[in-house]
């Protein structure tokens, strides 16, 4: 059995919504080079909605994965439907990961995270810190 | 187009090997150990393979001791100096910090049993010379293991001038030739090694075996405990498909290892002036003294498994050190020791050719490679920030 399913695969040689945004409404990027994982998520915002997206992704081919797929996600849909993303959502939709990539899905939900609280502190809207990951204080990278 | 580009990791085995080894299924199916004309046929196939192969190595039969590969063989020679040497008081060790995890980590298990290990630092050229290995050595001193050449980015250590150093201080040495058996000219009584590890399946021989050579006098103690076979030393019934096979695949590849070293060679140097063309790269290991097959590189901004699996699609077979591939966080201890920083570290690349790869296809990899690190450079969030200079280049 190959490492990854055909849907990682598909996802990761031909990956959806790469590239940037220039004037983004909201920047989220989590992971750093020296653990070998760095993602970083684009969005542009009109009415609460994800008129568009973009990633760019340093990593694994699960890492590119779960960009691509998150991403193809939360497109289009409202932040509130983009904020209950989860990782195993992630996972799931790409047909599982393999046990050690599950991070890979984590590092997808968090960037976009991050990127929605990037645009919420951008134009002053008040939200509840308790729903985005503590980035600056978590384990996994630092 | 399928190009195997992999064959530190394992070789496809030989026509020749193969072919040796059917009889020893068909014919020699004794057991060696049997007194009855089926068991001491399957004997002398046996010892026959055990002469061949001490030929290869320059030393006698009965200092060739079947093992299952080239781990075994390693745990086995450094538990023996250790073992000998604590009953001494003698209980440091030698080695590098580059060896395989073989190596590694029964250094790591005899560190906690109470021995002392120096790893010797491998910044300096991708390399050790015979120098360092001199001046560490110590009164207690009871083993010094260095690979002969490393896996990953091919540095070929001075084990001759090594050899020379330990048997002037009367200490053990052991070399980990996995890399180098079969694909460079070995006489352990000449280079003065005392142990030397090797394994069939990277000389398109079979895997699952493997032979460690014990300079006569060295003792030995077991891994495995069983019957008589090996002279006590290895218990088990003997793989006699797998010696025969690695005899007639170390056999061919001696006998042929001028011709395929000087057509190897040219494929390797290929690559490398090729790839070194791709900016922002630097080739890993001793660029001189370098296993013939061996290339390595690092590539700034991008991961080294995507890489592998963008070239897989391309059909390329290749091998990483990052984490990725590991299950790890952290990339190749090779690649950190020899002073790659871990952003680099993650980006690299391991094309080990042989005498059977063609020069369609190293440029088959010469137009792949640079096209894959161009694509993952291209949606890298760490290239942009490099191009952009918000980040200082390392490489």
Same mark, same amino acid.
């Given at each position: 059995m190959a490492l990854y399913s055909e849907v990682v695969m598909d996802h990761f040689m031909h990956?959806?919504?790469?590239g940037t945004i220039e004037n983004a409404d909201g920047i989220g990027e989590v992971g750093n080079a020296k653990c070998g994982d760095i993602m970083k998520i684009y969005l542009k915002i009109e009415n609460d909605i994800i008129v568009d997206v973009k990633f760019e992704t340093f990593g694994c081919g699960s890492a590119i994965a779960s960009s691509s797929m998150a991403t193809e996600m939360i497109k289009g849909k409202p932040i509130s439907d983009a904020l209950k993303l989860t990782n195993d959502a992630v996972a799931e939709a790409l047909h599982g990961l393999p046990a050690h990539k599950l991070h890979c899905s984590v590092l997808a939900e968090e960037a976009i995270k991050g990127a929605l609280k990037d645009y919420y502190d951008k134009n002053g809207i008040e939200y509840?810190?308790?729903?985005?990951?503590d980035c600056a204080h978590c384990d996994h990278c630092h | 187009m399928q190009v195997y580009a992999d064959n530190a990791a394992t070789t496809k085995i030989s026509a020749h090997a193969l072919q040796a080894m059917m009889p020893c299924f /068909?014919?020699? %199916?004794? #057991? *060696? =150990? =049997?007194? @009855?004309t089926v068991g001491q046929e399957a004997k002398e196939v046996l010892d026959d393979a055990r002469a061949r192969i001490a030929k290869c190595l320059g030393c /006698?039969?009965?200092?060739i001791y079947f093992t299952s590969g080239g781990s075994e063989a390693d745990n086995q020679a450094i538990r023996s100096a250790a073992f000998y040497g604590a009953r001494k008081g003698k209980k440091h060790i030698i080695s590098t910090a580059f060896e395989h995890h073989a190596v590694l980590h029964t250094l790591n298990a005899l560190e906690k049993e109470g021995f002392e290990i120096t790893l010797l630092d491998v910044k300096e050229g991708h390399n050790i010379t015979a120098r360092q290995v001199k001046d560490a050595i110590?009164?207690?001193?009871c083993l010094v293991t260095t690979m %002969?050449? #490393?896996?990953?980015?091919?540095s070929v250590l001075p084990i001759a001038q090594i050899g020379a150093v330990c048997k002037e201080a009367g200490v053990p040495f052991h070399t980990d030739a996995v890399q180098v058996a079969g694909h460079l000219h070995i006489d352990v009584k000449a280079q003065n090694i005392d142990m030397l590890s090797l394994s069939g @399946?990277?000389?398109h021989g079979p895997k699952g075996v493997g032979a460690l050579y014990v300079r006569r006098g060295l003792p030995l103690v077991n891994i495995i405990e069983g019957g008589a076979q090996e002279r006590g030393k290895r218990g088990g019934t003997e793989n006699l498909p797998g010696i025969v096979g690695m005899a007639a695949a170390l056999e061919d590849a001696c006998a042929n290892m001028d011709k395929n070293n000087a057509k190897v060679i040219a494929l390797r140097d290929k690559l490398i002036a090729g790839l =070194?063309?791709? *900016?922002h790269c630097a080739l890993n290991g001793d660029p001189v003294n370098r296993l013939p097959g061996n290339v390595s590189f690092c590539f700034e901004g991008i991961e080294g498994e995507s890489l592998l699996l963008m070239l897989d699609a391309q059909g390329i077979c290749a091998s990483s050190g990052s984490a990725c591939t590991s299950g790890s966080?952290?990339?190749s201890h090779v690649l950190l020791a020899i002073g790659r920083v871990h952003d680099v570290a993650h980006g690299s690349l391991r094309l080990s050719v042989c005498h059977e790869n063609t020069e369609e296809e190293i440029d088959h990899i010469l137009t792949a490679v640079p096209q894959v690190v161009e694509l993952l450079r291209n949606m890298s969030p760490v290239w942009r920030d490099l191009q952009n200079g918000k980040r200082e280049y390392i490489l």
């Open positions: 990956p959806r919504n790469v509840d810190a308790k729903q985005f990951p | /068909e014919k020699f %199916y004794g #057991n *060696p =150990s =049997s007194l @009855h /006698e039969a009965r200092e110590r009164e207690d001193t %002969y050449a #490393n896996n990953e980015i091919g @399946h990277k000389f =070194s063309k791709i *900016p966080l952290d990339p």
